[in-house]
């Protein structure tokens, strides 16, 4: 076949430049061609080009970005391949591409890091943004290496200097360097310097306003490596005023990226406002009443950043200062609440007539509602007297608009404010609600009413209610409502079942769900002709009636049990119609997979359900083999959702079986080893690592023969750089669940698991210097580990092979007393490691006594444990210490 283009051109060294310059803009040209064929060609001469020869492809895309000859289309696509050259969304795959940069010759790397500079100075727009992106995703990987120092400098030093569409340029680059970077890798005389050339970019008499956009824009990147300079006030009140000044403007797009810096001035220095506040309010008023959507949404988020701020400290402290809070509450939301408030509710008349029907929809009334809300969680009692009036003057007004807005008013205020101060209000209200659902003639209203509803039951009707708002006499009423309610239109049927679903939760939460299972045939085949309707496609309406039917299934009681296994049938039915091999077009297939995945997850209720109640068990023991041949069925869709619901129905219906799953492993067991070898779609390998849980507490001893296939497996698992971190937690885990399965016959894979542990072990142990997403992962990573460790102990116990294990103990003495001195593990891995303690000297005996005695600070850990508020870690340190003065005494 002839191509075209002869690879020998871009191969051999001595080639014409000019001629390599012209085919490379042609094949960028050509990939973007609408003939796919004349496109998926050009796509495979480039890739061709970088797998035989990287430098000189990566060489020949930056000089054509640079190059002012070219087509802004090549040019575009060049810096796009470029970016896309030094990063990935997977974390494995940015990692290669960061050290397939890393490794290219230093030469080439500079003449296209000079290309790129170049670029900047272009008088084409979308190339010198595209050169943005690139330097800052090359400035992302050379920095922390001490590479490219002199970036920063050549940026800021001809920023006075050049023309406004350089200096655009420039500060945009900044702006994308402060995103792609971490702080602690630019000094903080480099910082200085950033900040200054961009506050000053944004001042009001920088006469280019696309320079003070990019200014603007650039400082909200920025603001994360501000911490010194908002420590100081002059700094500070600069900032600040010119922050100020640029959201009053005469340019929206400016005065938006102002309120975006103010937003998040808001929650990243929440503790230097005080001097602010006043003024930010009278900025963000003026910017609700007056200003166009996008800015005023901006002007209320401020607020609600305030609010979390403030909900976060008070949760954390519980209200009460000391001098090691962190940050004490300035209670800015309380002192501002009595011209917030009625700000708020302004806003809550401005709706827009679809915004029901569109998932996706947010204005201003939603952002208004939304404040108002977390203004409601803030303050609690504070904010009823200022919102009732609202509510009374406008929920019986002839316009919609009015009764929507009281309505919605009256919902956003019902998660803060506490049972007593709301009880009263809601028992007056209820009624009233119920006939608004039934009789209004706006949709909107019936849309909001039947949220409200739910919110009613969501926070006041549950066990922590002294005072019950549902009673024999009124749940008919309300169910009756309800259930009529989810013919309507579908945004508003959703909100019923939404309502049903938070009615069922309180009864669950009660623990007496009586009141509700009289009518509890009457309610699910409500909720299963939901599920039929044409228009169950619509405003999630399918996927709220089966999660409502889950809830009342799982708060039904042992009088339902006969029904409740009567849905076994008609769920199984239902499921089976969607495995008819119909041929399907893409769209439809969706929607189908979608249904599979509700139907899965609704069996998977029902089993366990039917499975806690041992007289219930047998009813639906006889429809075992369906059950797990359709489950089998459904693995044959290629859809990772389906996979997901499926495996989790077979990890429930392998518990509830018990030792009786057996019979059906030996065809499920290929699609176990397929899950766990589902890299791409991790979830579905997680849950899968959980299932295999589930049939080690099941089957116990009868799991043993496919143990060798199923460690291998997860060996292979943890040791895959391609697999998402999030999986390794559980995977150790599971290695406890074999073990307490199989016993002493875990011998065989402890040469393997063990070092493994180890060094996991030691990885976890060390967190100085972390963020708070790494801390919550390092903590999930040692307690898989302990669980491993525990399950280990507790498999081996009372048999003659407990003298294997001696060998590990010091180490993993030594990572029980590394975490205990880190300070930073959370209560959940604390009863773990605990109890591994326990575990420990429990399966050792008298070996392990002397080297508890050694270990740094076991007896630290466990007074402490002892002393502790939670009762789970303290019953487990008890068991522990008897445990220990066992192995000890002896």
Known sequence: MSMPISYGNFISLDINRKKIAMEVTQVLLSAQAVDATVRKHAEDTLKQFQDQNLPGFLLSLSGELASEEKPIES???????????????????????????????????????????????????????????????????????????????????????????????????????????????????????????????????????????????????????????????????????????????????????????????????????????????????????????????????????????????????GGEFTADSDVPCYHFIKQALPALVPMLLETLLKQEEDQDQDDGAWNLAMAGGTCLGLVARTVGDDIVPLVMPFIEENITKPDWRQREAATYAFGSILEGPSPDKLTPIVNVALNFMLTALTNDPSSHVKDTTAWTLGRIFE???????????????????????????????????????????????????????????????????????????????????????????????????????????????????????????????????????????????????????????????????????????????????????????????????????????????????????????????????????????????????????????????LLKDLSSNQLHRSVKPPIFSCFGDIALAIGENFEKYLMYAMPMLQSAAELSAHTSGVDDEMIEYTNLLRNGILEAYSGIFQGFKNTPKTQLLFPYAPHILQFLDSIYMEKDMDDVVMKTAIGVLGDLADTLGSNAGSLIQQSVSSKDFLNECLSSDDHLIKESAEWARLAISRAISV
């Not at 950033?194 to 990019?214: D, F, K, P, W």
């Not at 679903?501 to 009141?515: I, K, N, P, R, T």
């Not at 079986?657 to 057996?662: K, R």
């Open 459 to 713: 926070f006041l009707h549950g066990s922590t209610m002294e005072t019950p708002i549902i009673t024999p006499e009124n749940c008919q009423q309300i169910i009756t409502v309800l259930l009529q309610s989810m013919k309507d239109v579908p945004n508003v049927a959703e909100k019923a079942c939404g309502a049903l679903y938070f009615l069922a939760q309180g009864y669950e939460d009660l623990g007496s769900s009586s009141s509700l299972m009289p009518y509890f045939q009457e309610i699910v085949q409500s909720l299963l002709n939901v599920t039929h309707r044409e228009d169950a496609g619509e405003s999630r309406l399918r996927t709220a009636a089966y999660e409502t039917l889950n809830e009342v299934v799982r708060c039904s009681t042992e009088e339902t049990a006969r029904l409740v296994s009567e849905l076994v049938q008609v769920i199984m039915a239902e499921l089976h119609k969607t495995l008819e091999g119909q041929k399907l077009s893409s769209d439809e297939r969706e929607k189908q997979n979608e249904l599979q995945g509700l139907l899965c997850g609704c069996l998977q209720v029902i089993i366990q359900k039917l499975g806690a109640s041992n007289t219930a068990k047998y009813a639906f023991m006889q429809y075992g083999d369906q059950i797990m041949n359709l489950l089998l069925r459904v693995f044959a869709c290629r859809s990772a959702t389906v996979h997901e619901e499926a495996m989790l129905a077979i990890g429930a219906f392998a518990y509830a079986t018990g030792p009786n799953f057996a019979i059906f492993l030996p065809e499920f067991y290929k699609y176990l080893e397929m899950g766990l070898q589902n890299f791409e779609e991790y979830q579905v390998c997680a849950v899968t690592v959980g299932v295999v849980g589930d049939i080690c507490r099941a089957l116990e001893g009868k799991i043993l023969p496919y143990c060798d296939g199923i460690m291998t497996q």
């Open 75 to 317: 040019r575009k696509l060049a810096g796009l391949i470029l970016k896309n050259a030094l990063d990935a969304k997977e974390q494995h795959r940015k990692y290669e591409l960061v050290q397939r940069w890393l490794s290219l010759d230093v030469a080439v790397k500079g003449q296209i890091k000079a290309c790129l500079l170049q670029t900047l100075s272009s008088s084409v727009p979308d190339a010198r943004s595209t050169a943005s992106q690139v330097i800052a995703k090359v400035a992302s990987i050379e920095l922390p290496q001490k590479q490219w120092p002199e970036l920063i400098g050549s940026l800021l030093s001809n920023i006075h200097q050049v023309p406004p569409h350089v200096k655009q340029a420039t500060l945009e680059t900044l702006g994308y360097l402060c995103e792609e970077v971490v702080p602690d890798v630019v000094d903080q005389d480099h910082v200085n310097k950033i900040l200054t050339a961009v506050v000053q970019g944004m001042n009001a008499n920088e006469g280019n306003n696309e320079v003070r956009l990019a200014a603007t824009r650039a400082l909200y990147n920025a603001l994360s490596f501000a911490q010194a300079n908002f420590s100081n006030d002059m700094e500070r009140d600069y900032i600040m005023r010119v922050v100020c000044e640029a959201t009053l403007s005469p340019e929206v797009k400016i005065r938006l990226a102002a309120f975006e810096c103010l937003v998040s001035i808001g929650s990243t220095y929440y503790e230097k406002l005080t001097p602010y506040i006043q003024d930010i309010f009278n900025i963000t008023l003026k910017a609700v009443r007056e200003e166009e959507e996008p800015v005023a949404l901006q002007a209320i988020e401020f607020w609600s950043s305030v609010c979390d701020e403030e909900i976060d400290i008070l949760e954390e402290y």
